[in-house]
């Protein structure tokens, strides 16, 4: 594989354009992507105006197209995205084959933990006729975004310090540059965890609020939350892996997380370890004494910097190394001194 998609001759070209191609299609046309093509329109809308922007602040002489301002040759065919595009590609059919069980399962988990505990249970307690009003059911919406997203900063953090999850975890961080597949550059088992506990955390509030009101309402409610998150898709997400390098209203990052800010935790800058694990909400960053808010635009330096142990050189090695170096930590663990 590494032979045809890395030799300088023109096969190599063309394998290459066609694992982005195959991969680029895969999630724009998946309805639950951030990449989701309308998402992903709105982002070329977003990075049309930086472009425009930034092209006044440079003489003439340094203007590029905008298409090689989207996709420059350095970052798109580099090697670390041509293995990502595979990665990804072979991860949508292994994890939404597999684990599109996840969600639903966890999410009913949650839903019914919360209503058992309030005294009546997930099937026998939508009873209630209460009708609930557009503010009662905005804010329930947005107390759903919240915890959920507490939740996935739990994880996240917990994947950068607990030894055997940072395993899995590294397959993320081995990005040695940033496309907005890279999102996707996530090991399986890192995918459920994630997905366990956003929507523990989403559950638990849609659980409180079936036990309030109808359970048709609760359409609404999560319609309101997938119109939020495709705003925040679009108004940056789509930009927090990529080589543009985008701040908001400093006064705004304190809440919400810019694009730069999620660089940074890429970054191999000592500096930056342990910064900016929210995914949205930078707001429990500033809770849990993680923000890293950058002055000026930095120079970043991704991958796993000096770390001896990366090998998340092929698309084998990213799923086989975290196994495989889990594995030896636990046997260290249980040996006998």
Known sequence: MRNIFFNNGKSGRVAALIAIALAMLVYLSYGESRMYWPYMLGTFVLMALIYLAELKQLPQDQHKSFFAYMFPKEIWLHPSTIHECIFVTINFFL?????????????????????????HSHLDGMKSTANPSIPVMLFFAMAAMVSGELFFYIVHRLQHTVPVLWELHKVHHSA???????????????????????????????????????????????????????????????????????????????????????????????????KNYARFFSMWDRVFGSIYIPNKKETITLGLGNY??????????????????????????????
Request: proline content about 5%; aromatic content about 14%.
């Open 95 to 119: 994890l939404y084959a597999l684990f599109s069980c996840v969600s639903v399962f966890n999410l009913d988990t949650s839903i019914a933990f919360v209503q058992s505990a309030l005294g």
């Open 176 to 274: 040695k540059v940033l496309t907005p597949l890279t999102l996707y550059r996530v090991h399986p088992l890192s995918f459920l965890l994630d997905a366990v506990f956003f929507n523990f955390g989403f559950g638990v509030v849609m659980g409180i609020f079936l036990y309030l009101y109808p359970a048709e309402k609760s359409v609404i409610v999560v319609g309101i939350t997938a119109v939020g998150y495709g705003f925040l898709n679009v108004a940056g997400g789509n930009l927090h892996h990529s080589h543009i390098w985008m701040r908001f209203p400093r006064v705004m990052e304190k809440f919400i997380t810019s694009p730069a800010m999620h660089q940074i935790h890429h970054s191999t800058n000592p500096e930056h370890f342990n």
């Open 308 to 337: 001896k142990g990366d090998r998340h050189e092929t698309v084998w090695e990213l799923y086989a190394d975290p196994i495989r170096q889990i594995t030896k930590r636990l046997r260290r663990a249980i040996k006998p001194s």
